[in-house]
């Protein structure tokens, strides 16, 4: 078979490196791809969000399935253009992806199937918006509606926080378009679990679970990010707790879309927060996370590329996933700055201790290469991997690992799976 994946952060990496395992794959394609992943497959010059040139790419390269990474190119549709020309898509459609693409479809979604969020109001003006946190409470979180590549939220401490991330999303429209509407809602407490399923829109099967740390500094102090570090799998998350979660998250939201007319197929990754009474949805994506990814796919034994097939074509009833009872952990390596202003093009030292094939491994994101050497391109540069049978030895060896690669500006936090370490 012949496979193209769309993208070119630590997920794809991540992806390419799990589908490349398969005795079914003769060929793995990734536009844009990155340096890292160039030693699994070949690299395509097409940006994840050049739709036509990558239907042009597939068709001519008689690609068998494609797998896309990140959310752009899925709310943009590539589902609906590649079947229209009869090519085979892992990753939902235009209209499941609006579950990631607008907040404002999500809530009113949950909430019309009765399904556990935070309490929220949709504002389409920035008076009507202002004039509400004049007389709330806080603190409270204010989200911008369309994509922001994960930083349209705010979970502001007080007024002047919450007027400040208001104006910035409906005046300055810091996001774009993604800025037209917001939604305001309850400020919710506990821990955050990532739980992600393979779906056919019928069927589903339940991957990993994970934690991912979101925010910039050790703590959880500073602005959030796209995920500083994540692991695999989420002590708090019980087997009760993940009973729970099916019935009253998964199930439903399959549910919700089957009766919306919405076939989703792909994965569908919900972010939820582990509250006293219960566990919340704080938001729903169309795709794998970054970092969540890269922990989760070290610990499936099963060969991924035919549930990616099944999903794609609807037909998962009778397929199983094997899951590895081992830890996975990633810590990522970003730019000073990040999620700010940050420089790059700085030489990365330490990567030849590593492959595809060694634990640790590095699974690259915002890398570019020159010369044969590699250089920092991104936010996120580098996601140091590694999995054992506990989760401290797992965490010693990521962080040895981490030890052993350098560049200038190498930002990243100490603490990842803090809280997991405090429950054992
Ligand atoms: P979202 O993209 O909606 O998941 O929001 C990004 C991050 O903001 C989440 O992973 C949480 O860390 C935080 N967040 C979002 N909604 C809430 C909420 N209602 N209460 C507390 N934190 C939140
Ligand atoms: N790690 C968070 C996300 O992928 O949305």
Excluded at 31 to 60: R, Y
Excluded at 212 to 219: C, M, N, S, T, V
Excluded at 395 to 402: D, G, N, R, T
Aim: aromatic share 8%; proline share 5%.
């Amino acid at each position: 078979m012949r496979l193209l994946v769309v993208g070119g952060g630590g997920r794809e990496h991540a992806l390419v490196w799990k589908i490349n395992q398969s005795p079914l794959v003769e060929k793995i394609y990734c536009a844009p791809g990155n340096p890292g992943i160039s030693e699994l497959a070949e690299q395509v010059a097409i940006d994840a969000e050049d739709l036509e040139e990558l239907l042009h790419f597939a068709e001519e390269q008689k690609i068998d399935l494609t797998v896309v990474g990140p959310e752009a190119p899925l709310v943009a549709g590539i589902t609906d253009l590649f079947a229209s020309r009869g090519l085979a898509v892992f990753g939902p459609n235009q209209k499941a992806a609006q579950m990631e693409g607008s907040k404002v479809f999500a809530k009113e979604f949950l909430r019309k199937y009765g399904i556990p969020t935070a309490n929220f109001r949709v504002f389409e003006s920035f008076d009507s918006a202002y004039y509400y946190l004049k007389n709330t409470d806080f603190p409270i979180v204010i989200k911008a509606d369309g994509l922001a590549a994960g930083k349209g939220v705010t979970v502001a401490q007080n007024r002047e926080q919450a007027f400040m991330a208001l104006q910035q999303i409906m005046q300055e429209k810091k996001f774009g378009a993604a800025g037209e509407r917001v939604v305001i809602e309850d400020c919710l407490y506990g821990e955050e679990v990532s739980v992600l399923v393979l779906t056919d829109g019928k069927d589903y099967l339940l991957l990993p679970d994970a934690q991912d740390h979101k925010a910039a500094l050790e703590g959880d102090r500073g602005p959030n990010t796209g995920g500083m570090g994540a692991y695999s799998p989420a002590p708090v998350f019980s087997e009760e707790l993940k009973k729970n979660v099916e019935e009253k998250i998964i199930k439903p939201v399959l549910k919700g879309l089957q009766n919306e007319g919405i076939t989703y197929r792909g994965v569908l990754y919900a972010g939820l927060m582990i509250t006293d009474a219960g566990p919340l949805v704080l938001e729903l994506n169309g795709r794998f996370g970054d970092p969540e990814t890269q922990v989760i796919l070290p610990r499936i034994v099963s060969d991924i590329v035919p549930l990616l097939i099944a999903c794609a074509g609807g037909v998962l009833k009778g397929h199983t996933l094997e899951i590895a009872p081992d830890y996975c952990a990633c810590v990522v390596l970003a730019s000073q700055g990040y999620p700010g202003a940050y420089k790059k093009g700085f030489l990365i030292e330490g990567l030849e201790n590593f492959s595809a094939h060694t634990n640790p491994l590095v699974f690259q994101a915002g890398t570019k290469e020159k010369n044969g050497q590699v250089f920092t391109a991104g936010g996120r540069v580098l996601g140091v991997t590694a999995w054992d049978i506990n989760l401290k030895g797992t965490l010693e060896k990521v962080y040895e690992a981490v030890d052993k690669i350098n560049f200038k500006g190498k930002h990243f936090r100490r603490d990842i799976g803090y809280r997991a370490l405090k429950r054992f």
